[in-house]
């Protein structure tokens, strides 16, 4: 194809159907390849609460693109913010130089993070966030001269994306499978907290299961506590199909923790920014880890970007007391990308401005009771909630895991509304802009899809 035969940014973006390009070099990630190359979904746009597809239907977002864009699609301010950064500072490099807009960010994530989470360290994405919360938790060990805690405990059915230290410590078997020869050595696994038969149609936390995370401490006795530096876990666990913590299990967690010295890792990358109808859900649940990962709805998914956040003693520990010279090897050619930094800024002011976390506080007694009214449909096994999230768990189909989730939501697009598939579970977490007509929408779609996949 020449210059002159070649479509250009405007035809790709507003006529697909007439220029289409082909969809075959594009190797799609998480995606059934040769199943979607047959029978495409193609999204053209996006504004609030909608995409609009190549065939120029309205498409109702009830997943936030996929957990990020908790102020709703294409917001004027945050675009106008990434487009005033890319015409001013395109690219700064990050090491050993700074610019304003990557400070400021900073300084606004760290105010809003509970107790001294008080240090920021930018990333591109929540699988870089999670590998460099691991580096730094053994840094902080070897800068404290405990350098035999090398051992990181993560927990079962947990999603940390898919660098190599995040699969290690994530406890999706799927994701490991294909490359189980070089994982991660020193990772064990505690047990996770999905119990219906005890918990089934739970609204909120569970009542049962705080218990469970006493599971820790057979990972303890069995290597010793003094050996792991750190234990990572979701607050809710989101990709394997929204896990909510049980009333006191976080708290029971905080305290092993802190009894062995360990380093408590929050992975807030879906929790974050006003999903559970707070900051984050270390506030949601009042148990303060010591460092956070978070990443997609830092800029409502507009630039990617991600970070952790570190507790003072961990920064002061690692940095403050290092010989003089470069405190920690580590870092990428975009952490704190002017764009990223820019649109983060917009973010956090939309938020702020239009009142988004608590919104979704307000409104996550409706959605409550709008989820629970899917219990009685059709091979539904549970149900469960909180803040803007929801999730409704079915029965697998003849054995084949993960069937009847797929088609539910292929049936979903089929009629309007974006949901997500885990499995046999679908996932619902709309922008926190979401209003009662959407969520009843989101509902009635999700129930006709339900009886027309029984
Ligand atoms: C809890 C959690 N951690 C990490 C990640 C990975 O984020 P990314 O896909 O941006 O690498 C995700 C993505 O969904 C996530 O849910």
């Not at 569970?206 to 607050?235: F, M, S």
């Not at 923790?257 to 649940?285: K, N, P, Q």
């Not at 983060?344 to 506080?361: C, H, V, W």
Request: glycine letters at 10%.
């Amino acid at each position: 194809m020449t210059t002159a035969t070649r479509p250009s940014l405007g035809d790709l973006l507003h006529a697909p159907l007439e220029a289409p390009p082909s969809l075959e070099p594009l190797w799609m990630p998480f995606t059934n390849n040769r199943a979607f190359k047959k029978a495409p979904r193609i999204l053209v746009s996006a504004k609030d609460m909608h995409y609009t597809d190549a065939d120029g239907r309205l498409v109702l977002d009830a997943v936030a693109g996929l957990w990020c864009v908790n102020a709703g699609h294409c917001r004027a301010p945050i675009s106008d913010a990434i487009a005033q950064a890319a015409r001013t500072l395109d690219y700064a490099p990050p090491f050993q130089m700074g610019h304003a807009l990557s400070f400021a960010l900073a300084e606004r994530v760290a105010a809003m993070a509970p107790g001294d989470l008080d240090h920021v360290f930018f990333v591109n994405s929540g699988s870089e966030a999670v590998d460099t919360a691991l580096k730094i938790a053994l840094a902080y060990h070897q800068a404290r001269g405990d350098a035999k805690r090398v051992r990181f405990v993560g927990r079962l059915r947990g999603y940390h994306g898919v660098g190599f230290g995040g699969i290690s410590v994530g406890g999706i078997p799927g994701n490991q499978k294909q490359f189980a020869a070089q994982l991660l050595p020193h990772v064990d696994h505690f047990a996770h907290t999905h119990d219906l038969a005890r918990n089934a149609f739970s609204k909120g936390q569970p009542k049962h299961g705080a218990e469970l995370a006493d599971d820790l401490l057979r990972v303890i006795a069995e290597r010793g506590g003094d050996t792991i530096a750190a234990v990572i876990v979701e607050p809710v666990a989101g990709s394997t199909g929204v896990l909510i913590p049980p009333v006191g299990y976080l708290e029971r967690l905080r305290a092993i923790c802190d009894a062995h010295g360990i380093l408590l890792i929050f992975d807030e990358v879906i929790t974050g920014f006003g999903r559970t109808g707070a900051s984050f859900g270390a506030t949601r649940f009042n148990v303060v880890p010591d460092m956070m990962t978070v990443a997609k709805g830092i800029t409502n998914g507009a630039v990617p970007l991600g970070a952790v956040l570190a507790r003072h003693a961990i920064y002061d520990t690692v940095v403050n007391q290092a010989p003089a010279g470069i405190e920690l090897f580590h870092g990428y050619t975009y952490s704190g990308h002017p764009l990223a930094a820019a649109a983060g800024l917009a973010t956090l002011d939309l938020y702020e401005s239009e009142g988004l976390f608590e919104r979704a506080a307000s409104l996550a007694p409706y959605w409550e009771d709008a989820v629970h009214s899917l219990r009685a449909r059709c091979h539904v096994i549970d149900v469960r909630n909180i803040g803007l999230v929801g999730a409704v768990e079915f029965e697998t189909r003849d054995g084949k895991l993960g069937a009847r989730g797929y088609d539910i939501f292929v049936e979903c697009f089929k009629r309007g509304v974006l949901v997500r598939q885990t499995g046999d579970i679908i996932a619902l977490s709309p922008p926190l802009i979401v209003e009662k007509t959407h969520i009843h929408e989101i509902m009635d779609v999700l129930g006709a899809a339900i009886d027309a996949t029984a």
